[in-house]
T-cell receptor, first 111, second 117 residues
Framework: QKEVEQNSGPLSVPEGAIASLNCTYSDRGSQSFFWYRQYSGKSPELIMS????GDKEDGRFTAQLNKASQYVSLLIRDSQPSDSATYLCAVRRDNFNKFYFGSGTKLNVKP | DTGVSQDPRHKITKRGQNVTFRCDPISEHNRLYWYRQTLGQGPEFLTYFQNEAQLEKSRLLSDRFSAERPKGSFSTLEIQRTEQGDSAMYLCASSSHEDQGSRSPLHFGNGTRLTVT
């Protein structure tokens, strides 16, 4: 079983719609969760972090965490073509300094 | 804050040759990580340093791979006797132990793309 699972997509949404990206993780001891955006041929860029159950909003982005279900999600409101990228979910267990990444979900936002 | 810097950006080498990559982390960050990423996959952990100490190395890493971080500043990753399967993007990232403690995220460099022919 992989540490972090993501649907590889592609997820296609029209411009202006809400894009919903999901991630599950296997270790209940995980405490820190991150979403990275990666454009083709580029390195990952941090867009959100979340540590507590519930929602965390930053501009058009909302991260949601449910530790009981071992589930993390990212919502992108008013999606733009520039949001088209691969979104990586990363999980870090406390007491461990490794970050585990999912394989990413490719998002296509159609004009 | 100049960000994480990696050099070179691209490297093409012939099978069997040795290659070395360099990473300069964000100056106040004491943790430095190396990851490898192949097409369609997420970054895969290779190794990490806290200051100059290499604290963990992936079991997937063969003995052809070695990393150093002398004086706790920049780091080098060397691959000896390269194989075609080593072709990948090698990502360096840094984080701060003091800043937000265990919540500190990874900040990535632009990566080094290795092609082994």
């Amino acid at each position: 079983q992989k540490e972090v699972e993501q649907n590889s997509g592609p997820l296609s949404v029209p411009e202006g719609a809400i894009a919903s990206l999901n991630c599950t993780y296997s270790d209940r001891g995980s405490q820190s969760f991150f979403w990275y955006r990666q454009y083709s041929g580029k390195s990952p860029e941090l867009i959100m972090s979340i540590y507590s159950n519930g929602d965390k909003e930053d501009g058009r982005f909302t991260a949601q965490l449910n530790k009981a279900s071992q589930y993390v999600s990212l919502l992108i409101r008013d999606s733009q073509p520039s949001d088209s990228a691969t979104y990586l979910c990363a999980v870090r267990r406390d007491n461990f300094n490794k970050f585990y990444f999912g394989s990413g979900t490719k998002l296509n936002v159609k004009p | 804050d100049t960000g994480v810097s990696q050099d070179p950006r691209h490297k093409i080498t012939k099978r069997g040759q040795n290659v070395t990559f360099r990473c300069d982390p964000i100056s106040e960050h004491n943790r430095l990580y190396w990851y490898r990423q192949t097409l369609g996959q997420g970054p895969e952990f290779l190794t990490y340093f806290q200051n100059e100490a290499q604290l963990e190395k992936s079991r997937l890493l063969s003995d052809r791979f070695s990393a150093e971080r002398p004086k706790g500043s920049f780091s080098t990753l060397e691959i000896q006797r390269t194989e075609q399967g080593d072709s990948a993007m090698y990502l360096c990232a840094s984080s701060s132990h003091e800043d937000q403690g265990s919540r500190s995220p990874l900040h990535f460099g632009n990566g080094t793309r290795l092609t082994v022919t």
